[in-house]
């Protein structure tokens, strides 16, 4: 039997949050993390929490997994349990609407922020804007974040300021429309990055690189914008 | 006394997903006020885990490709149940719709030209399935879904569309003259519930596959938007066809792109033979979806399957180099390390034929107009009623839907809906308010769960469920044991409509939204299982043992599911091309 320890919190019930004990027969099979928490929800299904695509692409079941944050659907027993104890806690920093559940308005207002869409006000043509292989290789470790919040909720400096350092989730977004030859508005994007909060509070702790649950590197792309801010600035 | 608030919009999509997410671009860029309902944040939305492409005639691997070559493969692939109308205007409109997408950031992969890359799927060919396989479906890696619903989502920021994220749609509103005039909803985080009032209502709600055991489908594919639709007393149409993907991978469920087989891969059985060779002697591995997934299962049934069960088969990718796989196809690698624990560089990946997608669903024409039909056999206009995406039926996919169809079709259709919605808005629609009493009637299923006593558990009841579609109404069918299969559901239905909701608490309440769910996927299943007992042929995806050959004499229809008889009527196929003459059913071999 694997021991569970789950991080309960429910507004309307509890006075503070508390860790619940569960014992779960895996029968011994490598499963995900993900299958535990489905298997606990059939027997108490008050137990909260979110998911979607169950294979690592919807980015919805981000939590603190026996300590570091990774996707619950992705993560196998053998890599999260420690002396036979599972430890599944909400993703840190944000706050808790209920169990698992985080409120996540503070991640995705930073993603807003750096306006995550192409800007481009040239006439369209009629077919597609035309890319090279290289110039569209420069996205290829930028586009594919899923928005799980492992890596800002995991970034000591986005604790401590949420709401004017951008997270390394957002920065890498921004990256990903500044390094797109089809966006056109470099020096906008730049000039609203440029305060000491939004890109500089970045010290490299580099918590981002080893928990992002896609293998993307957040802090080469902040490295990226940061020479770019320095570079606009001379 | 219905005593909740009411939101008023112009136009209400529920659903986030790619067709929810078009529709409400377009609406948003009108100026009109827009909502879009989901019960996830829009980027967890389903059509996020689709991979291998969007299939389209933009004429970038072959300069010479043709729209029309697309449309005759569509209505193939159909097994000509598919409504030509329909297909004619998604084949022709595609082109633009792919290049909006472009135009608003998707990251597509590139050619050396700098266009779009574009690789084989199934099904697909040159001059009408005359000038060998044609390479179509446009793609951002194997992560093409992810892609789009990505930049959609940032489409909609950019527009400053209004999200009512992880709220859940429970049931529609009626005024006296049936007409939809707004749904009842749940903010789900605090529990309130909300009358959301609305002059054009729009189902995107995608796909049930959680219906079935095994699916590649999303926690979330629960058939919200079908279940809703038939407690309103809406029929659907052509609910038994429901496809299932080849290479789902064994034991987990998850998708293996038909990408995959586009690059060169192929599938074998324990002799690693190349048995699609048999079956489909020209296109091979890229038949239909249909065709592949029959083959798998017979080579199964025969004793030919892989692994000590001899219970599936295997994708061969090794062949392909690992440069290749990498920059081609990096998401499959990653999940068959981890779901397989199979390298696909070394070793080939278990695959099982698994349930992936819903052709039927809430007929529609091609503006996004929900019907129904009339005594008389004539469509009828639901007023105040849309879907579009996997939701709809619009018919696209008929009988057997092709690869790289499906983001085309939400694509494609979200936009219209959304264009026609535009155009009704700006004529003005006029539609009598509900009354109290239309608002209380919409809010009995969840006040009937809210004050459950002591029922049996969701979890349980679903599990019963996905077992009785798994294995009476899967890839072959026969009447007597879907007769059975139907008794088993009828017994089922009281145990599930008496679902106990132990944790009456309000906020972010995910049982009750799973207890609701529960409703939406039985009344997908029992459509389901009465459709297929109810079509006595086999065509496209519905494979029957006791009535093998296609019968266009009594079936070249589709057919319509009545929830308050539980009874099977007949529509007919639109056969109306308006570029040329239609496409005559002819026997449909790969």
Redesign the interface.
């Known amino acids: 039997m694997l021991n569970v320890s789950i991080y309960r919190y429910?507004?309307?019930?509890d006075d503070e949050p508390y860790m619940q004990d569960y014992q779960v027969d895996t029968q011994g099979k490598d499963v995900m993390v993900l299958d535990v928490l489905e298997k606990l929800?059939?027997e108490d299904?008050?137990l909260?929490?979110?998911?979607?695509?169950?294979?690592?692409?919807?980015?919805?079941d981000g939590v603190n997994i026996s300590g570091k944050n990774g996707l619950a659907c992705?993560t196998?027993l053998s890599e999260a349990v420690k002396g036979n104890k599972l430890v599944i806690r909400p993703l840190p920093g944000l706050p808790v609407?209920?169990d698992l559940?985080i409120d996540?308005s503070q991640f995705?207002a930073q993603y807003?922020k750096i306006?995550?869409?192409?800007i481009?006000n040239s006439p369209?043509p009629?077919?597609?804007?035309?890319?090279?292989?290289e110039?569209?290789a420069k996205?290829d470790g930028l586009?594919?974040c899923?928005?799980c919040a492992c890596c800002s909720t995991a970034c000591p400096s986005f604790w401590w300021n949420p709401d004017k350092f951008i997270g390394p989730s957002g920065l890498l977004q921004a990256y990903r429309?500044l390094a797109?030859s089809?966006?056109t508005a470099t020096e906008e994007r730049l000039a609203k990055l440029d305060d000491p909060f939004s890109v500089f509070r970045c010290h490299g702790i580099m918590n981002c690189v080893q928990v992002c649950p896609k293998g993307l590197n957040p802090t080469k792309a902040i490295g990226h914008i940061r020479s770019m801010l320095i570079r606009s600035a001379t | 006394m219905a005593n909740i608030r009411t939101m008023s919009f112009d136009a209400v999509i529920v659903g986030g997903g790619g067709s929810g997410m078009r529709a409400a671009l377009q609406l948003a860029q009108s100026g009109y006020k827009t909502a879009v309902i989901t019960k996830?944040?829009p980027?967890?939305?389903?059509t996020?885990?689709a991979q291998g492409g969007i299939t389209c005639a933009?004429a970038s691997d072959d300069p010479n490709d043709q729209w029309q070559w697309h449309m005759y493969d569509t209505i193939k692939g159909s097994d000509y149940i598919g409504d030509q109308e329909a297909i004619e205007y998604m084949c022709q409109t595609g082109?633009e719709a792919?290049?909006e997408l472009?135009?608003?950031?998707l990251?597509?992969?590139?050619?050396?030209?700098?266009?779009?890359y574009q690789r084989p799927f199934g099904g697909q060919s040159k001059e009408f399935g005359e000038g060998g396989q044609a390479a179509r479906t446009c793609a951002?890696a194997d992560?093409t879904g992810?892609?789009l619903l990505?930049t959609l989502y940032?489409?909609n920021?950019?527009n400053q569309t209004t999200f009512l994220n992880e709220w859940y749609a429970v049931d529609i509103v009626k005024n006296a003259d049936n007409a939809v005039v707004g749904v009842v909803a749940i903010d789900i985080?605090t529990g309130e519930t909300v009358y959301v009032k609305s002059k054009a209502t729009v189902f995107a709600t995608g796909g049930a596959g959680r219906i079935y055991a095994s699916t590649t489908n999303?926690?979330?594919c629960t058939g919200d938007g079908v279940g809703m639709a038939l407690r309103a007393g809406f029929p659907v149409q052509d609910i038994e066809m429901w496809q299932f993907h080849p290479t789902g991978i064994h034991g987990?469920g998850?998708?293996v792109t038909e990408g995959c087989r586009g690059e060169g891969g192929y599938l074998v059985n324990k002799d690693g033979e190349r048995f699609m060779e048999r079956y489909a002697p020209n296109a091979k591995d890229l038949a239909g979806r249909d065709v592949v997934a029959r083959s798998m299962v017979l080579e199964i049934l025969e004793g030919r399957g892989c692994g000590p069960d001899g219970d599936h088969v295997y994708l061969k990718l090794d062949h392909l180099g690992e440069e290749t796989l990498n920059a081609k196809l990096p998401?499959i690698l990653?999940?068959s390390r981890?779901?397989a624990h199979a390298d696909p560089v070394v070793e080939p990946i278990p695959v099982v034929p698994t349930c992936h997608y819903m052709m039927g669903g809430i007929p529609t024409n091609v503006d996004g107009q929900a019907l129904t039909v009339d005594k008389d056999g004539n469509d009828q206009i639901i007023e105040g009623f849309y879907a579009c995406g996997e939701a709809a039926c619009v018919s696209v996919h008929g009988a057997n839907r092709l690869g790289g169809n499906s983001l085309l079709d939400l694509v494609v259709f979200g936009r219209a809906s959304g264009m026609f919605i535009e155009k009704q808005l700006r004529e003005g629609i006029n539609l009598k308010d509900a009354s109290e009493e239309d608002i209380e009637r919409a809010m009995s299923g969840l006040n009937r769960i809210n004050n459950s006593e002591n029922g049996e558990?969701?979890?349980?009841l679903r599990a019963e469920l996905q077992t009785i579609m798994q294995n009476y109404f899967g890839v072959f069918r026969r009447g007597d044991f879907m007769k059975e299969g139907i008794e088993k559901l009828k017994a089922l239905r009281p145990r599930i409509e008496n679902v106990v909701?132990?944790?009456k608490?309000?906020?972010?309440?995910?049982?009750r939204i799973?207890a609701l769910e529960l409703q939406n996927l039985f009344a997908t299943a029992e459509a389901t299982a009465i459709a297929a007992e109810g079509r006595t042929e086999s065509r496209g995806a519905h494979a029957r043992e006791d009535f093998q050959d296609r019968d266009d004499e009594n079936w070249l229809c589709h057919s319509i599911f009545y929830p308050e008889s539980k009874t099977l009527g007949k529509r007919g196929v639109n056969f109306n091309l308006k570029t040329r003459e239609a496409f005559a059913p002819k026997v449909r071999t790969y």
Do not use: W
Request: one cysteine or more.
């Open positions: 429910n507004p309307e019930v929800k059939a299904p008050s909260t929490f979110r998911r979607s695509c169950r294979e690592g692409v919807c980015g919805s992705i196998p609407i209920r559940v996540m995705y807003e306006q995550p869409y192409m481009n369209a009629a077919i597609e804007r035309l890319q090279s292989p110039e569209r996205l586009y594919e899923i928005l429309f797109d089809r966006d | 996830v944040f980027t967890r939305s389903h996020v885990s933009i082109p792919i290049f472009e135009h608003m950031g990251p597509f992969s590139r050619t050396e030209e700098g266009r779009i951002a992560r992810h892609a990505h940032q489409g920021l950019k985080e999303a926690h979330i987990a998850t998708l998401g990653e999940l981890t779901f558990k969701a979890s349980v909701l132990e944790d608490s309000n906020a972010f309440n995910t049982a799973e």
